[in-house]
């Protein structure tokens, strides 16, 4: 009776009850603590360095929290509530990773004041659904034409290394990019519709709008044509080389006139390829697999210009854009199964061939060609420019604006407040603990902007409580309390919504967790 009674394998380890939830907590504070500095549109940027050397600079929440790599279970629930915001509406991931924090945080005092983690768990539901009434009711009762649309991408790409004057002309670009994609046939947005290419060598205030697809491609033969007007477009998801046999096959020559013979059959083939693409009259040639060089030859003295290795996703994009079907036999090939385009041209950055394939017929492909000083740049801006095209396409599918600048924020922390004296027992303060914690996200918006955080939080309840709403908005190096809709700072509704419920439900489910067993 005296013997140990093993029930894990040797060496497993387990912490259970408080010292389980303290250590859980403490990692979900410590990976939001990392990125509340980026919060905002003065926020600081993060320099991530991976074990081979290479550089990450950026301030994306999202982007942060994948490249530090995190192997604790607890913290990596944070990192995927980033990745949830980020696949969802595509931006407010450092909202999502604060707010969970802050709740955590909120979760620890309440557990050291003997609340059971069930009792938090119901307070935080209770807020959440109370937090999203709220958000109701700031929606914004406003057109959702061009004009906020550009304040609903230019405040999500302030401050992602864009400047403030940049800023306002991507999101422009970004805007007539969705507006010309948005709402086709099937009355759907395809991402995919709006591509993001990257070229240094310039300043970020020389990124334009190609009304159609832009590759990172070179012809396969330098004597085919550099430019094509009003040009026949054929995709093709097939070899323009020799056709091969399914199974081993050997052949004995053992004559001169059969080898001429095999080498001109060889040939004939070849030159058929060329003959009736020709024949069809087609001008381009996008191609996912290779180009035989002899192939290549007859094309370019066919005058047809051709590209090989093309990208799948860069074959669907150029079907959409042109309206040419993907083809993979150029058998009964017909004039429905080609597309059209108003030019395709060959231009040169430094050392690079770049084809632009401009003005399809079908109109459902654009590119956002982005120019920056170094790598650092053009990465950055790359990032903030999908996060924009996200949160417009957000407003416009998902349920409009409301305020930003930590207006609708102060808006759900009071909403909260008032509800919670109507609930009884301790649960009340679960849901009152869940207001001070939604004001954390104001309180570290004016801190990155240089105020005092706690008298920015005083001015801010005393005008939302006199005029209805309140904001920190950014003024030169510092920020000021002030009506963020007049200044056009505004965010889609389903940021807010997401961000509320996917930190609310990684909150509690790391609460609720009191043992932690782990395998050697």
Known sequence: MQQPLYILAE?????????????????????????????????????????????????????????????????????????????????????????????????????????????????????????????????????????????????????????????????????KAVQMVHGDADGAFHRDDVRVLTRTGASSSATELVEGVVLD????????????????????????????????????????????????AEDNELRGYAKALKDAGVDVVFCTKSIDDRVAGYLADAGILAFKSVKKSDARALARATGAKRLGSLSDLDESDLGH??????????????????????????????????????????????????????????GGVVPGAGATEIAIADRIRSEAAGIEGRKQLAVEAYADAIEALPRTLAENTGMDPIDALVDLRARYENEGIAGIISSGRTGEIGDPVELGVIDPVAVKREAIESATEAATMIVRIDDVIAAK
Not at 72 to 87: F, K, R, Y
Not at 107 to 115: F, M, T
Not at 234 to 248: P, S, T
Not at 376 to 383: A, F, K, P, Q, S
Request: aromatic share 2%; hydrophobic share 40%.
């Open 11 to 175: 060496g497993t380890n387990r912490t259970h009850g408080r010292s389980a939830q303290d250590s859980n907590i403490r990692a979900g504070k410590a990976v939001a603590e990392a990125v509340r500095t980026t919060l905002g549109p003065r926020g600081m940027d993060k320099m991530l360095v991976d074990s081979s050397g290479e550089v990450v600079i950026t301030n994306d929440g999202a982007t942060i929290l994948e490249k530090m790599d995190i192997e604790h279970p607890a913290a990596q629930m944070i990192v995927e509530v980033s990745q949830t915001q980020e696949e969802e509406v595509g931006d407010g991931t450092t909202t999502a990773a604060v707010l969970t924090g802050e709740l955590l945080a909120h979760a620890e005092d309440l557990l050291d004041d003997d609340l059971h983690p069930t009792v938090i768990v119901e307070g935080y539901t209770e807020a959440a659904r109370i937090a999203q009434d709220a958000i109701d009711d700031m929606v914004l009762d406003v057109t959702l034409d061009d004009d906020l649309l550009r304040k609903v991408a230019e405040s999500s790409m302030t401050g992602k290394g864009t400047g403030d004057v940049t800023a306002d002309v991507l999101a422009k670009h970004v805007v």
């Open 217 to 264: 491609k070179e012809p396969v033969n330098e004597n085919m044509p550099r430019a094509v007007s009003d040009a026949t477009v054929a995709v093709l998801d097939m070899k323009l080389d020799v056709r091969k046999g399914e199974v081993d096959t050997e052949y004995n020559i053992t004559s001169v006139d059969q080898l001429t013979a095999a080498i001109d």
């Open 341 to 398: 385009v108003d030019s395709v041209s060959i231009r040169t950055f430094g050392d690079d061939d770049l084809a632009f394939v401009e003005g399809g017929s079908a109109a459902k492909a654009v590119t956002l060609f982005l120019r920056g000083g170094t790598e650092h740049v053009v990465d950055e801006l790359e990032r903030a420019i999908q996060d924009a095209v996200d949160v417009v396409v957000a407003a416009i599918d998902k």
